[in-house]
């Protein structure tokens, strides 16, 4: 048997609940605005885990073999996309434990930061 997993289209943030949303638009022209099913990580900042979301002429697909690790206030992402949820969170989490760096980096840091990210995952078989 699977697992279940609640993914919510809202965080929590210190003022009280944020709801991320992504627009699309359908062939026939109408447009809609879908909730984007998270896992939140972080509340300071809000980070948070989301499977890939690919727009289609008809509308919109999500990839669960495909996670983002995202800050929700910028909405900047972390430049690699991962397996599952679970490798997204142990990235997620590493990030923001490395005092090193940190969302206000320059991109090239946060860049050098996931390149050295994926040879740890590799080298540690995840």
Known sequence: MGAFV????????????KSFHMDVQSE?????????????????????VQPKFVPTPAGAEIHFGSWLVVNGD????LPLTLPDMAAAMR????FLADSGISWSSADEDIYAWTLAYVERAKAGGR
């Open 74 to 77: 910028s909405r900047q992402r």
């Open 91 to 94: 990235a997620a989490n590493e």
């Open 6 to 17: 609640k993914l919510e289209g809202v965080a929590q943030i210190p003022q009280g609940l």
């Open 28 to 48: 026939d022209g109408t447009s809609y605005s879908l909730p984007i099913p998270l896992a939140q990580i972080s509340q300071s900042p809000v980070v948070f």
